[in-house]
């Protein structure tokens, strides 16, 4: 069935078993995606200039907002709610194509629809959101400033309110506090959602949003609106990056995104919630679909990039070699199977992670029930599989550029391209080093909260077992993990290496030792006397060796749940062992950490390396199947050197 | 003195020593060089069309050799032997530019003049080395094929003799033949090197090189000839790289570079060399100074993004914390120290080994006496520094991209351009993989010899101490480190992680045991039945880490003796810890095989984190001065992001 909605007809069964077992729940959603996506032109010419890039970039979305799913998920209206999936289902797709189109329409999709429609209120959505679908308005998410990156809440626009005239004046007070590296304001924006700090009667109340004007009909900038083209970049070259300043701009009280705090005909402040801190975080969660959506075409860009770079180890040969006369094929060097295979392990592990975190998405932000502590782990989840999955995409895209030699660095052959664009994946949407942080810092409060509770009950003091199901409980793993875990705690080094449930026990002692030793040390630190910032600044390592741990679990847990689900016998069978790949190499990369904390012995951390290479040669015969997969249809990969 | 020859006037006391320790004994030729470079023109609008790049990078060419050190060190006729220090020095200063100018260049003076002076005899030299030189000619240097990359020896190109008109017939037989990634081959060439198989009277007599006209003055493909243009790549858009393939074409006898072998009069093959194998070696040895050029070249590119992303982390600040108000200083967060910091240390060592390697090729390639051994290593040292230093340069460029956030991505901050440009020097000149594999088996050969040696006069049975003092003399270590290492021998758990002499024995522990085990695995492998191309396949990995840990203790063999002969006081304090942190950081890379194999004790290799830290933040009071002691004058860096 979900053969025929596909545009290749010519995948191998086990292939097609291995696309529809990867797609998950997502399946049906994305082979028709796949079927229906105009693809004639989905590549760009990379001679383009920066001009011509740009004008194609919004032609080609003109073409998906009409043709194609560009806008597929977006509400028309006030009384829709529109379709997370739909959305992150549409990004992914265009994620096969250019990818300044890609992050165009994630601009104004995701970005500036997103925040009308989640921090607007019904006169915002129905008066803007279907003028927006339809590319009528463009617009921007004018958040960063150029001080202000990561440090949101430390915004220096101001939005404040004028009782005479019934306003809010839009300022920027100072050169640090003007709008950067925004989407659509070089060129072709009309509007903008600009974040700043809201003044009510000399009083502020953080940061809030309002939608303002910037060009007039004819692309000039309107009175009080300074915008400036950022010009040429790294990568993305097709997407307008500019600045944005404001000298005393006025706007009518209505255009302030006041879902979450407003002033009232009277002129006065209002808000459900009464912290600000609060009140800004659930503000910024609910743009959370930009990560999990950045997350998703991380993914895709790097799916591509494996593909094209393991068919071309399919198929170029080099060097002769006793028995091969005509050269030894790329892939039967183990050193080519041991730098390709575990990318397409670790993309299929990222992969379940997405299907995972997508549902989630959908669960939160779909209308169904869900609770607070859903929503934050959306919101953590996403941030950290943003951060891995983009710096995965960066560097497996290097890997397969180099893997390619020389003909890699072709622009014809799309993987030059393809690194340069998911370069700034790394950065936007929050940097990634950023993302790790947050990360644990929401585990921490999640552990304090939970432990707090063990502790009173006198749990800590309990077996270990006792303590670590806990912990497990309290990091969401699945019943599978908790099953596979406890069963491994008895006897771990009678195990195998490729048994599933010993490789459990050591994501999950990881996890776990890495989070309880920082919090022992946050602990000291916090009590300690000196300079706090210097305390806490120590345990920078720490902190991120914590989130890392925390995500190689959380994606080894929908690895495990997504394999458990594979119904094909000989996909399964493969799915397995690159289950193992994954896992044992996500173990080699921190294997000192293993035998420093007593978890592995000697002679297991140093047998994993031969565990590896066995993996890859017993992949190696699956290359074709697991490369068709990822998901990309070859007839899209459009690389010259898989031609001839 | 060397301040005055240097454009910067505003170095720190500090940086200033730095540079010149560096800088070692090419201290004064850089600074000569530096202070003469016409740097007004010195990068590359981004905005360019690939036509308009390769205009300017041709008008910028001639620029910089009628008033710039381009054509420094070529020799102008036969009777001149050209400097070697005087074309590394002049490669490294045009990599403080454009380097799309560096690589056309590089082609240019090094490929093509190189190949004319060194495979040609004196009448090729008198006839064209002045025309390279003043770029009345402009040169190919068709060696790679679209078949044969890394496989030089498979070139299936021909070079047949035809005694009748006294010519030779260059022919391009299968497509696979094509040359392919040429520079100059798109546009500007209008001669090239060709390498192919010779042929005389039905024999073959391997690879050798021919010079071959291959456009007319209009720029049109000669008759016999078919160039295409391989259009925009992924970097090094500035450089016209194309295809060309031969028909029959007919070109003199005396067009044979024929220093190594060539046809007489009476038609007769003749060479100086007997067995083809080594007369291949022989020639291919000649082109070193391409590997050592780019090597250079990619060193002087990390530091320039090292430079931007260490000045920019010392002046942006991001998130207030307690008693920063203002915000904290990037460079004051730990984790940003341990991204940067280390990336420093490293640039230095591999300056420090880039200076060895240098002096090696001066002495080889200079006119001094020296033996075979002396050209084998430098063979050896060139291809794996080349390796080991374009890798770290693309992966130091990425990190500094990132250290930016999105200022990083904007190409006026030089980063990205400095990426993608960089990105290939892991492919040309011999891909990093393949470079590797041939240091081992370089290190592999001589250890054959030199344990063959010491086994028949019984010394492999002796103590380990003897056994290891022989493998430091085989391996080529300086004195400094053999002294250090055996005096760390008796008790290393006993001296402190930052004792050099513990670090000596650490370095020389990772080469020597791994390069015996692997020898050890290779006998197997020789002697076992079966596949004999699997069973040496199955090494892969094992090969690659014993090229890596011999390279590591020569880059930290060449750093000790850099540091040893700096006589400033406080330079040299700074220095030392420097070298710990670059020593620390490689060990820390592998700390896992140390424990595995008894070289550290579990708490040690625990607690090299910890000492990385430390190091960091005693180093980050100085990181301008470190900075400024990389060479790359401020006002060259060209970021805007540095300006405000």
Known sequence: MTLLLTPDQSLTTLGAALRTTLDGSFARARAQGRAALPADNLLRDPTQTMPEARQWVLDRLRELVEHGPAADGVPHSAGELGSPQGQVVAFELLSHGDLSVTIKSGVQFGLFAGAVGNLGTEWHRDTYLERIRSLDILGCFAMTELGHGSDVQSLETTITFDPETDEFVVHTPVPAATKAYIGNAGLHGSMAVVFGQLVVSHQRHGVHAILVPIRDEAGRDLPGVTTADQGHKGGLVGVDNGTISFDQLRVPRRMLLDRYGGVDADGRYTSSIESPNRRFFTMVGTLVRGRVCISAGAGIAARRGISIATRYALKRRQFPAPGRSNGVLLLDYLTHQRRLLPLVARSYALGFAQNNLNELMVKVQGGAAHTDADQRELETWAAGLKSITTSFANSALQTCREACGGAGFMSENQLTALRSDVDIFATFEGDNTVLLQLVTKSLLGDYRQVW?????????????????????????????????????????????????????????????????????????????????????????????????????????????????????????????????????????????????????????????????????????????????????????????????
Chains 1, 2 share one sequence.
């Open 452 to 644: 707090g509770e063990l502790d009173r009950a006198g749990v800590v003091q309990a077996t270990a077992r006792a303590v670590g199901d806990s912990v497990m409980e309290w990091s969401g793993a699945s019943v599978l993990l908790e099953r596979l875990t406890s069963a491994a705690r008895r006897q771990p080094d009678q195990l195998a290496m490729v048994d599933r449930s010993w490789q459990a026990l050591m994501f999950t002692e990881r996890e776990r030792h890495s989070v309880e030793s920082l919090a022992r040390r946050m602990r000291a630190a916090a009590k300690s006397d000196g300079d706090h910032f210097e305390a806490s600044n120590r345990l920078g390592d720490h902190v991120l060796f914590v989130a890392r741990a925390y995500l190689e679990r959380r994606v080894f847990d929908a690895f495990l749940t997504g394999v458990d689900g594979c119904a094909d016998r000989e996909a399964r069978q493969v799915l397995e062992r690159l289950l193992s790949l994954y896992a044992l190499s996500s173990l080699d990369a921190d294997r000192a950490w293993f035998v420093e904390h007593n978890r592995m012995s000697t002679a297991r951390s140093k047998a994993i390396g031969e565990q590896l290479s066995s993996l890859c040669r017993e992949l190696r015969p699956h290359a074709l199947p697991l490369v068709e997969g990822l998901g990309i249809p070859e007839a899209w990969l459009g690389a010259r050197l898989l031609e001839s």
